[in-house]
């Protein structure tokens, strides 16, 4: 009998390559599964949120193309206020987190679980972003009008150009006006003092002549 067992073979283990990369898609498989699960429920939050808002965006006017107002799938699903301010979902999968980009970086303008409270606070930063944009128009109509009226145009711009030229050469007539009255009275200067030494040396030597 331990004759026998001692003629046994062990079983050796066979490795299979094939079996293994089964194993490891597999695995990928379920952690895919749990990524796509946790951004499906991102995305459903998020959904719900921009059902908050739906009255809120279609009061803003038509021609106001600031605003984006969509939802971005992707590895972290986002809903775009605007160019510049979206919200996500914060580490907890729970909070909604809006955030706008600056040249100074990122800003959380806002970070909660309470669906109502962010709404309110996204309705808020809409009426300011519309009301700076009213503004930013007045100030460029102002601008505009100020340039128009500083500024003659057709018939007046020639008036203007005409009267500048006018002025330009009565200048020039003045200086050289001036500078003929220079001139002489250079040379009537020279004249009387030469008239005057003259005089002086006759009185001073009345016989020379």
Not at 85 to 91: A, C, E, I, N
Request: a negative charge.
């Amino acid at each position: 009998m331990s004759e026998l067992h001692d003629n046994v073979v062990p079983h050796e283990k066979v490795r299979s390559l094939r079996d293994s990369i089964r194993k490891v898609r597999v695995a990928e498989m379920e952690r895919t599964d749990v990524v796509v699960s946790l951004q499906e429920s991102e995305k459903a939050r998020l959904e719900l949120l921009s059902e908050e808002l739906i009255d809120v965006f279609k009061e803003v006017p038509e021609d106001d193309d600031q605003f984006a107002f969509q939802i971005v799938p992707g590895t972290q699903p986002r809903l775009w206020i605007d160019m510049t301010s979206h919200v996500l979902m914060g580490r907890d999968r729970h909070s909604y987190r809006f955030v706008k980009e600056t040249r100074l970086g990122r800003m959380v303008l806002l970070e909660t679980a309470d669906i109502d409270d962010m709404a309110d606070c996204i309705t808020e930063y809409i009426a300011e972003r519309i009301i700076e944009k009213e503004r930013a128009l007045e100030a460029d109509w102002m601008l505009n009008r100020i340039r128009q009226q500083d500024v003659p145009t057709g018939k007046g711009l020639d008036q203007l150009k005409q009267e500048n030229a006018r002025k330009a050469v009565a200048v020039k007539r003045n200086k050289a006006r001036d500078f003929f009255i220079l001139i002489c009275g250079l040379l009537l200067g020279t004249v009387i003092g030469a008239a005057g030494l003259v005089a002086l040396a006759l009185y001073a030597n009345p016989f020379a002549g």
